[in-house]
């Protein structure tokens, strides 16, 4: 590039800034992804520290605050680099990536004249920088909304969906886009109270300076807590990784299809939200019996007492047109589709043999044969008197069978075991084994029978019929 090629000059204190902050944000996530990258003097350096990171920036900006030439200030980029770095991080694409985006802030953003909603990045900072004094009066803590608008749109009905997943209220929110080619959307955004930082076009432009910006959120917002980053693409990483070590709760928000997925980077919990209309949400006991209904129909369609909960979930899709996530998000927040099985432990029997497999559901009014689930034979057996050890273990081996009929696997809970006995019995097992002066738990008295086998897992005992050798 020639001497005199139209770019930003990098003496401008705000880019020379934004450039240091980047190359420091690479350094810092190469430590904790890949640190065999680092020369070995350098890999014990705590450069999440306040300290480190003030004497990084400042030494990098003086390097690169007299120059206005671009090649000349990516050689000394690579310089400080190199320093730091084995020569094999040269040829990586995250090294290419650093250079482009370097490459991209070094560029004049004032390609147009800027509409009356426009702003710089620079005067953003700026104005921003004094809301976030003014609120820090007001607030003990705030959240920071930042969008990449040319990928991702926010309703105003979503924002209040983010707005009731943060524990702070959001007071700042930043749109980066070209509004040049976003037709009136920075009209509809500027209204609902939006600072816009415009971008040259090009890939990731937004993305870019979003992070930029968005990297020193912790110097300019002292008061900011949460960050909501907005966007779809994945070159946001660096970004939300200084932004946590800095002690910020961030919150990854992206959209697939008609579903926006809520991330929390603290809590490893997602939540969802729908941008298109929905039949109206049934109140959890409809869901409940929604659901009980078609585990009885799929059981009575393929003959099999146990049913994959992928395939319930498809079901409920087709017959309802909602998603097990819309109801489960709706009245559970940050729970799974799964909970809602394990929760109602007195409608459903869960089975999975290890946290990898396939989870299969039954219903308690499928668990037993034919001849048990039989109204008349279950008020018949409420009328059986059990009167002596060998009786009990008849029933619970009964009982056992009947349950794990067409079952994946052999064994059950033990407290499925007990709440199929009191339904079947009318009485609990603790019941029988004290009139029968046994006075032992479940758990034991199965452990002194040789007719089982018992064996513990994470979410507590479980039990089968012995085989016989």
């Known amino acids: ?6 770019v930003t000059p990098a003496k401008d204190s705000a880019i020379s800034h934004q450039i240091s902050l980047c190359v ?13 990258l680092l020369k070995e003097k350098y890999r014990t350096i705590p450069w999440h520290h306040a300290r480190n990171q003030s004497n990084f920036l400042l030494k990098l900006r003086a390097g690169i605050s ?3 030439n671009e090649d000349v200030l990516l050689q000394r980029v690579q310089k400080v680099l190199q320093i730091l770095l084995l020569p094999t991080y040269f040829e990586s694409p995250s090294f290419h990536d650093l250079m482009e985006r370097i490459s991209v802030l070094t560029r004049p953003t004032d390609e147009f004249t800027p509409s009356v909603t426009e702003t710089s990045a620079q005067q953003t900072v700026s104005s921003l920088s004094s ?26 009905n979503t924002e209040k969906f983010l707005a009731g ?5 959001i007071q700042i929110k930043v749109a980066f886009a070209n509004w040049r080619s976003l037709g009136k959307q920075d009209v509809e955004l500027h209204g609902r109270g939006y600072e816009l930082i415009h971008v040259p076009a090009g890939k990731d432009s937004a993305d870019v300076k979003m992070a930029t910006v968005g990297s020193s959120i912790f110097v300019h917002y002292p008061t900011a807590k949460e960050v909501l980053v907005c966007s779809s693409d994945g070159v946001l990483t660096h970004l939300c990784t200084t932004l946590q070590t800095h002690g910020l709760t961030v919150y990854l928000v992206r959209r697939r299809g008609d579903i926006i997925t809520v991330f929390n980077s603290k809590t490893h919990q997602a939540q969802t939200h729908s941008l298109k209309l929905i039949a109206e949400i049934p109140s959890i006991e409809e869901f409940i019996n929604q659901l009980k209904g078609l585990i009885k129909a799929e059981q009575k369609r393929t003959n099999n007492q146990w049913i994959k909960l992928a395939k319930i979930s498809s079901l409920f899709q087709e017959t309802y047109k909602l998603s097990l996530s819309q109801v489960v998000s709706y009245h559970l927040p940050g729970k799974k589709p799964r909970d809602v099985f394990f929760n109602h432990p007195a409608n459903f029997v869960v089975h999975q043999v290890s946290e990898r497999d396939e989870l299969y559901i039954n219903c308690f009014e499928a668990t037993s044969e034919k001849p048990l689930a039989e109204e008349s034979k279950a008020q018949s057996n409420k009328s059986i008197e059990i009167s002596s050890r060998p009786g009990l273990e008849q029933a619970l081996i009964k009982i056992i069978n009947a349950s794990t009929n067409q079952s994946p696997d052999r064994y059950i809970p033990i407290t499925m075991l007990g709440t199929v006995f009191r339904r079947q019995y009318g009485h609990s097992v603790t019941t029988v084994l004290k009139k029968l002066h046994l006075n032992a738990k479940l758990t034991k008295f199965l452990q002194s029978c040789s007719a089982f086998e018992l064996k513990q897992t994470d979410k507590g005992w479980e039990v089968a019929v012995r085989i016989e050798a």
């Open 24 to 36: 420091y944000q690479a350094i810092l996530e190469i430590q904790q992804q890949q640190p065999e």
């Open 66 to 68: 007299t120059t206005n």
């Open 1 to 6: 590039m020639p001497d005199n090629a139209s």
């Open 165 to 169: 997943i943060c524990s702070y209220p």
């Open 131 to 156: 809301a976030s004094g003014q609120l820090a009066s007001s607030t003990n803590g705030i959240a920071i909304l930042l969008l990449d608008a040319e990928n991702l749109q926010l309703d105003p």
